[in-house]
């Protein structure tokens, strides 16, 4: 019965959808958005926001864009980040007015630290004090909402007129899009928004105000990166966002394959095969220590990066830029607020080149040729340093292949083992992890191959990122085959489990694997660090961190919500079956799954 009415609501188009002339302000927003190519607007409701609920429902027959209802706000907006990092366009996510915009803080602080491209919509007023319905309008009314967010977002705007609307959408739409991206607010007031037109606004062409063509770096700088690159002994290349433009992966390959540089991927993103011969990420210390000229490709903390590095004692140092020269491509320093720092510590750099990478690997690849036809010589000590570090390459994957070996039957069960059990599982479809990734073990174990596999982390670090923004890439996935993986941390799903009804309730397929270690472990680790350096006892460390007394039984909540459920599952015998009848609920029956595995503490 349920199923057949959410059909009919997203199936049915109104009447109305046919007499296409809008006639309420809200009904030109929604034009606007379907002429932005808008597909869906994630939002729990509220009358803040009604006009342009009412409009996407009833004037544009719930599509383009599409409602999707969500049960908190940090699920929407999370939902977009995924969304865009699934496809490279923004969708939008609405916002109630202050108490909505408040919600979904930190979701809009991970979506401007992670650079995607969030259209965030709002509604507040009236502003006209003397139309305010008593107390719920004045107390939802602020001057303005954007005030919140503005440290965090990259614009925002409250157009005052329904004529300054679509400038308003083209400017937002064009900012976000606009690298470095990130989240964009504008805030609809409800008169604007519910008051009949009195003029409609001309429909803007908007391929006459797409973002501007990328940045190409100067070429005087990329042909001295060139000379360097070409002539260093132990180049090394880290890449962290690269792979946003999937071209990306296949120019960033042939790079290395023209320096013959090891690659470290930071996995922000997927950069680089792990099944090439030049990739050594996982040996990222002691490459780093050995290089004496380092490319950092769109890394936001070049200085953090660098200096992790210290072999002889785990602790951050300067000696790697003592001793290397330093290129930076990236167009990261665009977007600089003073409000949170998250521009990191400054950097010494030799040679920093304003650029984007989608354009200005493939140029500096062609200029390493140029360089490298003047200067045969050095075609010798590039083939052994391929060879090289092929043999360390093979090294590295055949330890991790071993270890997870070794850890086949342990319990509790180790993230090594699972992450080869799913892989044995997957392998085989067409699969994208959309989030989590066992602590390195699935890039260690997997192939990871074909670009965009793989879409990095939340950005910011504020947990309850990895339910929403799976759903969003499921849901830009949705119909089309592709089997979306979430690796999903126990503690972040206790943020938000209300997305698993939006799962269900939008019939969008997911494969959730809970790496449920009862633990908010990241915090556990560090109540043991603390507890050691004073002496204190470390039996402590569960308090205020464990997810114990009672364990969540995250199969029960997934079914209880609709959504097939395994587990929980402690034994390593057990892992594979339960995956194998997910899957096929995935895949068969279009549903999203949640396997529930009780892991190492780790
Ligand atoms: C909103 C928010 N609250 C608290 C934290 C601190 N914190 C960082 S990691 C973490 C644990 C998250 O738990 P889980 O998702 O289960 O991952 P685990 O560390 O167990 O792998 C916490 C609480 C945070 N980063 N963001
Ligand atoms: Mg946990």
Redesign the pocket.
């Known amino acids: 019965m349920t199923e057949k009415l959410n059909q009919q609501q997203t199936n049915n188009a109104p009447a109305s959808e046919k007499a296409a002339a809008p006639v309420y302000g809200s009904d030109v927003i929604v034009d606007l958005l379907r002429a932005a190519g808008i597909e869906y607007a994630a939002f729990n409701p509220g009358a803040s926001f009604r006009g342009i609920h009412d409009s996407m429902v009833n004037y544009g027959g719930n599509r383009m864009p599409e409602a999707i209802t969500c049960t908190h706000e940090e699920i929407s907006v999370a939902m977009a980040h995924g969304y865009a990092k699934a496809t490279g366009r923004p969708m939008a996510s609405i916002l109630h007015n202050v108490v909505g915009l408040q919600h979904a803080c930190?979701a809009i602080f991970n979506a401007w630290c992670d650079r995607v491209p969030v259209l965030l919509l709002g509604g507040t007023g009236p502003m006209d004090a003397a139309a305010r319905r008593p107390w719920i309008e004045w107390i939802h009314t602020a001057l303005v909402q954007g005030n919140q967010v503005r440290d965090y977002v990259k614009w925002d705007d409250q157009p005052h007129t329904l004529a300054s609307v679509p400038e308003s959408l083209l400017r937002a739409m064009r900012m976000a899009t606009t690298e470095p991206g990130g989240p964009v607010y504008v805030c609809f007031d409800s008169e604007l928004q519910e008051n009949k037109a009195e003029k409609i606004p001309p429909m803007p062409d908007w391929s006459r105000f797409r973002p501007p063509a990328p940045m190409q770096g100067d070429e005087n700088a990329l042909r001295e990166a060139a000379r360097l690159l070409m002539s260093a002994e132990r180049p090394v290349v880290i890449a962290e966002r690269v792979g946003r433009h999937p071209a990306s992966v296949a120019a960033l390959v042939e790079l290395a394959e023209t320096v013959g540089a090891p690659v470290l991927d930071r996995n922000s993103r997927f950069n680089f095969p792990n099944t090439h011969p030049l990739d050594l990420t996982g040996a990222n210390r002691e490459t780093v220590q050995a290089a004496d000229v380092v490319l950092a490709l769109d890394v936001q903390d070049v200085l953090g990066t660098v200096s992790a590095t210290d072999i002889a004692t785990g602790n951050p140092s300067m000696s790697v830029f003592d001793r290397a020269r330093i290129i930076t491509i990236s167009v990261e320093h665009l977007l600089t607020k003073s409000w949170v720092s998250d521009y990191q510590a400054l950097a010494p750099v030799d040679v920093p080149i304003t650029a984007e990478t989608s354009v200005a690997i493939p140029r500096l690849s062609a200029l390493c040729r140029e360089v490298s036809g003047s200067n045969s010589g050095s075609k010798d000590l590039r083939t052994k340093r391929r060879d090289e570090t092929a043999v360390k390459h093979a090294a590295l994957r055949a330890k991790w292949q071993q270890q997870a070996e070794a850890d086949a039957t342990r319990t509790p069960i180790a993230a090594s083992h699972l992450a080869a059990e799913i892989w044995r599982v997957i392998r085989n479809e067409d699969w994208l992890l959309v989030n989590g990734d066992l602590?390195g073990w699935c890039r260690r174990i997997w192939d990871w191959e074909r670009p965009n596999c793989y879409l990095g982390r939340s950005g910011g670090?504020?947990?309850?990122y990895?339910i929403g923004a799976s759903v969003g890439a499921a849901l830009a996935h949705r119909g089309s085959g592709k089997l979306c993986v979430d690796i999903?941390?126990?503690?972040?799903?206790?943020?938000t489990p209300g997305a698993l009804w939006t799962l269900a309730h939008h019939h969008i397929p997911l494969l959730m694997i809970m790496?449920?270690?009862r633990?908010?472990?990241?915090?556990?680790?560090h109540a043991e660090r603390i507890a050691h350096a004073r002496s204190r006892p470390v039996e402590n460390k569960g308090i205020g961190?464990r997810?114990e007394d009672p364990e969540v039984d995250f199969a029960s909540l997934a079914r209880s919500f609709g959504i097939h459920g395994e587990g929980p599952i402690s034994e390593p015998g057990a892992i594979r079956p339960a995956l194998e009848r997910a899957l096929r609920a995935v895949q068969e029956d279009g549903r999203a799954a949640l396997v529930d595995i009780r892991t190492d503490a780790?």
Request: aromatic fraction near 14%; charge should be negative.
């Open positions: 930190m602590n670090g504020g947990v309850g990895g999903q941390g126990d503690g972040d799903l206790l943020f790496w449920n270690n633990s908010y472990y990241n915090s556990e680790a961190t997810i780790q």
